[in-house]
């Protein structure tokens, strides 16, 4: 209130002030009135924010001085706002006044730290306000702050060692020192090599307390990243030595409490350096790794030798969390330490179950003799399903922290701190799991036993750690199983299985507690749901036990709402078990009246999770129905019917109260007898508000679609309701809308005039929403089918208009020319002989327009056919037709158009008739293959392909030999024999035979689109008899020839990228075939390297689980396919002109294409050669050669290779940041030279924007890489944001 009293003051005295008054304020600021000075230090501050400022020198420096002395006023206030001043004020002075402001602060801080009485006040705020208001950019500010103050900062730590207070002093500094470190990560830092060694003098000075290396460890971990080599090598050997050094005597449990500090700030400095340059130094750290195993190693007598068990715990803490640094931050450390990781994981379970304050009793029972004990208690549901006793007193000494009840148990120790190590050793386990999944089956059968022991832990928090370790377990065990390593998933899921009794049994023993902590109870809902859902893992024998358990956790009044909202997501997770008979009928009935009594709660959240559960539990009951459900079902209703009519409840609970209506009117009609009509009338109710309009609408239509309600008493309201819909600008709705008209007219249900409907569904047929459209036309049909010749008349005044216009649209082809087919052919079938031709010539015109595009042509024909199809013996037989359209093609009258449309319904047609007895067919479709329009060749390659497919015994051997003796037309040809093996025609396998050998005598050919096509047809051949011909096909893989190599590892790409694989996977992608096609990524000829690559590529993405065992030999042969070859250089001359080609261009692009895939399916498998491979992605994001005399020609083969680069380096910012800041000297110079890269002057429109969008993707992964932690701290990021500090146009884009 005081601070808003003076702005108003403040600003009816000044208004907003004025430069000319910057004396008048500096004036003020002696005033001996505080609110005088706030208000003068206010306008100063204005003045100062104001763009362009300026004023004489005089006037600065006594500004300068001013507001300095303003940093100590006596009002906080004052004092607040002048400390603000000064990061404008550093920008805006002269080099002199500048630097002599920051010295002048550092001299402050340096007086404050010896005054009156001898106490500390070395009083660093201002100076740390000022660091963190100067921008992180290379500047004036930014270079003055770091010049002036570090030296200053190390002067106060060099002469405060021996002051009393100098403690404080030196925190202090170290803090300042590590702010400007990390803000102004450009500045060379390592070119002030003193920095170091002070810090590292500090750091060993006996003097120096812990809170003094607390802080020196923070700045040596800033500092370290931008040392150079030599300077990081001394830091970190000095760090390493000093650890290794320290004398241990009998051992860490020996060792004194100053002993003990002095140790673990040393293991601290060492775990912050692994975390900071790991990446760099991680191996010269990794010589601290048997000290470290020494301070962990564990006596018998300790815990009477130890003097400071407190001391003991936190160096020990701070070894496994060392440890699991260089578990997550040093790549190869097991292959330089060859078994540290099983030596770490090893201590880690050993001191997860750290516990010196409690004594083991002897007579504890062992886990296997607990299993069997637990295993004989549970009981046997009615129909199977048995679980864990019902008495929650029994085996008190199992979980739930009863071990820990007997007052004699353990020592009453409030300053116990051993939990620290077992929360620390079970985040070191989660380490090791995520650093080595290729050593995770290992990992688990040595670790997860005693994981899961530790669930009984009596620390709160040590047990929420231990079962957020578990659920990493289980998240590896599910990566590894995602990954295709069914040998590792399966021997870590029955690992699982061993311990997933004990796991259940504790569980329900904390689920069932009243009162217990949240956090636990959520935890294990997680833990619960992952078991659940864990590849291989089994919860059935204990299902019928959670499932009451969860209902008790659920009815609790007491527990929090987000822990029953858990508890209904951990319900719908076990319903999967209801397959196997795991619950019988009274426990459903149980938890449907549970769940009836959750949705009536107040709280909306609990109301709705308990309805979207009670669906799941509904249909589980449909599908094993019993009478017993019969009174549940019907309170179930009421509930449901009450909550839908009520008026003031919450949205979501009302929209799943609506779904459980028509849910329960669907499945369970008959058992709710005379209840259905007022139901009925409450959801059509539903759809007059708009908030509730579309789950009304879909519940509705999945009641009409069960076809066993009568919805007569809304039906003709409903009708014209959802016609009106179809109108409104919610595209949602209208879907909506429109499926349920659509469930109503194939249910026979539609009461009321077609009329409406027709005029309001022909309004959605437009290539505006080609799928609203077809599904519009479906409705259409089904109305034709339903109500026949009644509806014709309505359909072809309004819908047939809509339909024409559709067929002149390009984007109606394919699968979406289907619905176009049936409308026609519905439409036909009810027409009478004179409207059919009447509509064929409607159709007809369509087709034949000219300038009408040739997929348009295509689908006029489909519709002709169809009509023709449906109306035999109305005067527009197929045949007939066909002759007719044979003639026209032979005569030409119609021109190019109709020439087009008449081949295409001769395609059409012939595709389901055999033409053959018409004559000269063959010869009117072989002659328009020399034609000199390319449409209509295209037309007659299509039409020789359909007729063919339908009549192979006759066409085969025209396409076969035409071949023979029209060489030139052999493209078009093997087009027809594509379309025919595309479509699977009657073919024989004496077809199949002589068109293998057809296609391998014609893939021998320089012509590459003939072997392109040649593999294409050998793909589509292949899937007719894959169980003979892959096999043939490998072996030809091995042909001397080089193009039969090529086309037939192509042909296996296409085979094995074609839906009609299924079903036929152990034959095309047995491990035998894979190695033979994939081992040519070693071949002599690049074409045949590059189709192994792009096979190897299509196998990641759709077949990961089949080449998974192959890919450390493939991605060994794929990353040779990386490297450069300054041999594949020629130059070549285009005109005046030299121009250099890369011959294996192409072969690199489809190599890094494949990598990039790679990287995004199976990290795991190149992970353990990261560095060599971002080594080779970084070559191919390099320029080898002068790209601006490379020919255009490839070009674009080189923006895309570079492209891709970058996005594999994007990725792998993610996946590994530490080799990526590892090599960040490498990484960003090639980015760099991409983003300045200029065009000549004379570049055309197309080079341009081509060149604007590989910097684009260049600039992408900068940012990619600036946000990896560390790499921002990196020399080479600091001289790159420099460059872009000095361009405002690379710094544009770089903050877009």
């Given at each position: 209130k005081e601070v808003d009293h003076r702005s108003i003051i403040m600003s009816r005295s000044y208004g907003n002030g004025s430069r000319s008054d910057l004396g008048g304020l500096i004036e003020k600021l002696s005033s001996p009135d505080k609110d005088l000075r706030y208000?003068?230090?206010?306008?100063?501050?204005?003045?100062?924010?104001?763009?362009?400022?300026?004023?004489?020198?005089?006037?600065?420096?006594?500004?300068?001085?001013?507001?300095?002395?303003?940093?100590?006023?006596?009002?906080?206030?004052?004092?607040?706002?002048?400390?603000?001043?000064?990061?404008?004020?550093?920008?805006?002075?002269?080099?002199?006044?500048?630097?002599?402001?920051?010295?002048?602060?550092?001299?402050?801080?340096?007086?404050?730290?010896?005054?009156?009485?001898?106490?500390?006040?070395?009083?660093?705020?201002?100076?740390?306000?000022?660091?963190?208001?100067?921008?992180?950019?290379?500047?004036?500010?930014?270079?003055?702050?770091?010049?002036?103050?570090?030296?200053?900062?190390?002067?106060?730590?060099?002469?405060?060692?021996?002051?009393?207070?100098?403690?404080?002093?030196?925190?202090?500094?170290?803090?300042?020192?590590?702010?400007?470190?990390?803000?102004?990560?450009?500045?060379?830092?390592?070119?002030?090599?003193?920095?170091?060694?002070?810090?590292?003098?500090?750091?060993?000075?006996?003097?120096?307390?812990?809170?003094?290396?607390?802080?020196?460890?923070?700045?040596?971990?800033?500092?370290?990243?931008?040392?150079?080599?030599?300077?990081?090598?001394?830091?970190?050997?000095?760090?390493?030595?000093?650890?290794?050094?320290?004398?241990?005597?009998?051992?860490?449990?020996?060792?004194?409490?100053?002993?003990?500090?002095?140790?673990?700030?040393?293991?601290?400095?060492?775990?912050?350096?692994?975390?900071?340059?790991?990446?760099?130094?991680?191996?010269?750290?990794?010589?601290?790794?048997?000290?470290?195993?020494?301070?962990?190693?564990?006596?018998?007598?300790?815990?009477?030798?130890?003097?400071?068990?407190e001391a003991l715990c936190d160096l020990r803490e701070a070894c496994l969390h060392c440890f699991e640094a260089f578990v997550s931050g040093v790549r190869g450390l097991d292959a330089s330490h060859e078994g540290s990781h099983r030596r770490i994981t090893s201590l880690c379970v050993s001191y997860a179950s750290y516990d010196p304050n409690y004594a083991h009793d002897e007579m504890d029972v062992d886990d296997e003799d607990e299993e069997n004990q637990q295993g004989e208690s549970m009981d046997t549901g009615e129909n199977g399903g048995g679980g864990v006793a019902d008495d929650e007193d029994d085996d008190d000494d199992d979980f739930g922290g009863s071990d820990y009840d007997d007052d004699g148990a353990y020592s009453d120790d409030d300053d116990d701190t051993s939990w620290k190590c077992r929360k620390a050793a079970v985040q070191c386990l989660v380490a090791v799991v995520r650093a080595f999944p290729h050593r995770l089956a290992e990992i688990f059968e040595v670790a997860f036993d005693a994981l899961v022991a530790q669930l009984k832990d009596r620390d709160e928090s040590v047990r929420c750690e231990v079962i957020c370790g578990v659920q990493a377990f289980l998240a590896a065990l599910a990566e590894r199983s995602k990954a295709g390593d069914g040998a590792c998933a399966g021997a870590c899921a029955q690992v699982v299985n061993g311990k997933v009794a004990r796991v259940a049994k504790g569980a329900l023993k904390e689920l069932s507690q009243r009162g217990g902590a949240s956090r636990v109870k959520l935890g294990y809902i997680g833990l619960l749901r992952d078991l659940a859902q864990a590849p291989g893992v089994t919860l059935l024998p204990h299902a019928s036990d959670l499932l009451k358990h969860v209902q008790g956790l659920i009815n609790d009044p007491n527990l929090e709402t987000n822990v029953k909202v858990e508890a209904f997501g951990l319900l719908q997770g076990l319903f999967h078990l209801s397959e196997e008979n795991a619950y019988n009928t009274k426990a459903l009935k149980e938890l449907l009246s549970t769940l009836l009594t959750s949705a009536e709660q107040k709280s909306f959240k609990v109301s709705a999770a308990a309805f979207q559960t009670m669906h799941r539990a509904l249909e589980l009951i449909y599908r094993k129905w019993d009478s017993v459900y019969e009174n549940v079902i019907v309170d179930i209703y009421d509930m449901a019917y009450a909550q839908v009519i009520q008026a003031d409840i919450d949205q979501e609970v009302r929209e799943e109260a609506i779904k459980s209506l028509g849910l329960l009117l669907s499945l369970f009609p008959s058992h709710l007898p005379g209840r259905s009509d007022k139901a009925l009338v409450a959801l059509y109710d539903r759809t007059v508000s708009e908030s509730t309009r579309v789950p009304a609408v879909k519940t509705l239509a999945k009641i009409a679609s069960s076809g066993q309600v009568d919805m007569s008493c809304i039906a003709e309201r409903l009708e014209a309701d959802l016609s009106s819909y179809l109108r409104k600008a919610d595209h949602n709705l209208r879907v909506s809308a429109l499926s349920a008209l659509a469930t109503l007219v194939e249910t026979g249900r539609l009461a009321g005039d077609p009329e409406v409907l027709v005029k309001n569904v022909s309004g959605l047929i437009s290539d505006a929403d080609v799928p609203l459209a077809s599904s519009s036309i479906h409705v259409l049909c089904s109305l034709m089918s339903m109500r026949g010749k009644q509806s014709v008349e309505v359909v072809v005044h309004h819908a047939q208009p809509m339909v024409l216009a559709l067929i002149r649209s390009p984007l109606v082809q394919g699968t979406l020319a289907?619905?176009?087919?049936?409308?026609?052919?519905?439409?036909?079938?009810?027409?009478?002989?004179?409207?059919?031709?009447?509509?064929?010539?409607?159709?007809?015109?369509?087709?034949?327009?000219?300038?009408?595009?040739?997929?348009?042509?295509?689908?006029?024909?489909?519709?002709?056919?169809?009509?023709?199809?449906?109306?035999?013996?109305?005067?527009?037989?197929?045949?007939?037709?066909?002759?007719?359209?044979?003639?026209?093609?032979?005569?030409?009258?119609?021109?190019?158009?109709?020439?087009?449309?008449?081949?295409?319904?001769?395609?059409?047609?012939?595709?389901?008739?055999?033409?053959?007895?018409?004559?000269?067919?063959?010869?009117?479709?072989?002659?328009?293959?020399?034609?000199?329009?390319?449409?209509?060749?295209?037309?007659?390659?299509?039409?020789?392909?359909?007729?063919?497919?339908?009549?192979?015994?006759?066409?085969?051997?025209?396409?076969?030999?035409?071949?023979?003796?029209?060489?030139?037309?052999?493209?078009?040809?093997?087009?027809?024999?594509?379309?025919?093996?595309?479509?699977?025609?009657?073919?024989?396998?004496?077809?199949?035979?002589?068109?293998?050998?057809?296609?391998?005598l014609r893939c021998e050919t320089d012509e590459e689109a003939m072997r392109i096509i040649c593999a294409e047809c050998l793909g589509h051949l292949v899937l007719l008899d894959p169980r003979n011909l892959v096999p043939e096909l490998a072996q030809v893989c091995s042909s001397e020839v080089a193009e039969r190599r090529e086309c037939c590892v192509a042909a296996y790409r296409d085979a094995v990228n074609s839906d009609r694989i299924a079903g036929h996977e152990e034959v095309v992608l047995g491990r035998g075939v894979l190695e033979a096609f994939l081992s040519r990524m070693g071949d002599t000829d690049p074409r045949v390297r590059k189709a192994s690559i792009l096979l190897l590529n299509v196998l990641l993405h759709a077949h990961i689980g089949a080449v998974g065992p192959l890919l450390p030999t493939s991605l060994s042969l794929l990353h040779k396919c990386f490297e450069f070859d300054p041999n594949s250089l020629r130059e070549v001359m285009l005109g005046p002109f030299k121009q250099i080609v890369d011959d294996l261009l192409v072969v690199r692009r489809a190599a890094f294409e494949c990598a990039l895939a790679a990287v995004n399916k199976c990290f795991d498998a190149i992970s353990p050669e990261a560095d060599a491979f971002l080594d080779l992605v970084i070559s191919g994001a390099t320029d080898h050669y002068d790209i601006s005399k490379t020919s255009h020609l490839t070009l674009s083969d080189h923006y895309s290779m570079k492209m891709t680069c970058f996005g594999i380096l994007s990725k792998l910012c993610e996946v590994c940041p530490a080799v990526c800041v590892k090599k960040a000297s490498a990484i960003l110079p090639p980015l760099y030279k991409t983003l300045i890269y200029k065009l000549k002057s004379d570049a055309v429109k197309q080079e341009t924007e081509r060149l604007e969008e590989v910097q684009n993707a260049c600039m992408r992964c900068v940012k990619s890489l600036s946000r990896v932690p560390g790499m921002q701290d990196t020399e080479m990021f600091g001289k790159l944001m420099i460059s872009f500090n000095r361009n405002e146009e690379l710094l544009r884009k770089y903050r877009a």
């Open positions: 208000m003068a230090v206010s306008d100063l501050y204005k003045e100062l924010k104001l763009p362009g400022f300026s004023c004489t020198a005089t006037l600065e420096a006594s500004l300068c001085e001013w507001i300095l002395k303003k940093t100590e006023d006596p009002s906080s206030d004052v004092c607040g706002l002048a400390t603000k001043c000064l990061a404008p004020l550093l920008s805006y002075a002269s080099d002199a006044n500048a630097r002599m402001l920051v010295a002048s602060l550092c001299n402050i801080q340096r007086k404050g730290t010896t005054s009156s009485g001898g106490s500390s006040l070395f009083k660093s705020v201002s100076l740390k306000t000022l660091i963190a208001e100067v921008p992180a950019a290379e500047g004036k500010a930014s270079s003055v702050l770091a010049d002036e103050a570090a030296p200053r900062m190390i002067e106060v730590m060099k002469s405060s060692g021996e002051q009393k207070g100098g403690a404080s002093a030196i925190g202090e500094s170290l803090d300042i020192l590590s702010d400007l470190v990390k803000k102004f990560y450009f500045h060379k830092w390592s070119s002030h090599p003193d920095i170091a060694s002070i810090l590292l003098d500090i750091f060993s000075s006996p003097s120096s307390d812990a809170f003094v290396r607390k802080k020196c460890t923070a700045c040596v971990a800033a500092l370290a990243p931008h040392l150079d080599d030599a300077q990081l090598a001394k830091v970190v050997a000095t760090c390493v030595e000093s650890l290794c050094a320290a004398p241990l005597g009998g051992g860490a449990h020996t060792l004194g409490r100053a002993q003990s500090s002095l140790l673990r700030s040393q293991v601290n400095c060492v775990a912050s350096l692994v975390t900071s340059v790991g990446s760099r130094q991680g191996l010269a750290l990794a010589e601290a790794l048997p000290r470290l195993t020494e301070l962990c190693e564990r006596h018998e007598e300790e815990q009477e030798d130890c003097d400071d068990t289907e619905p176009l087919q049936a409308f026609f052919s519905s439409l036909a079938s009810l027409l009478t002989v004179k409207r059919c031709q009447e509509l064929l010539a409607l159709v007809e015109q369509i087709g034949a327009e000219p300038g009408a595009k040739q997929q348009v042509r295509k689908t006029a024909a489909k519709c002709i056919a169809s009509v023709c199809q449906s109306s035999k013996g109305k005067g527009s037989k197929s045949a007939d037709y066909a002759a007719r359209s044979v003639e026209a093609a032979s005569s030409g009258d119609g021109g190019d158009p109709g020439t087009v449309l008449a081949l295409f319904c001769v395609a059409e047609i012939g595709r389901a008739l055999d033409l053959a007895a018409i004559d000269g067919t063959s010869a009117v479709v072989l002659g328009c293959l020399e034609s000199p329009s390319e449409g209509v060749r295209a037309a007659a390659s299509y039409a020789l392909g359909c007729l063919c497919s339908r009549s192979p015994d006759h066409y085969l051997p025209v396409v076969f030999e035409h071949t023979e003796r029209k060489p030139k037309l052999g493209y078009l040809l093997l087009l027809s024999l594509k379309e025919v093996l595309a479509s699977a025609g009657e073919l024989t396998a004496d077809h199949v035979s002589r068109v293998r050998d057809f296609l391998l």
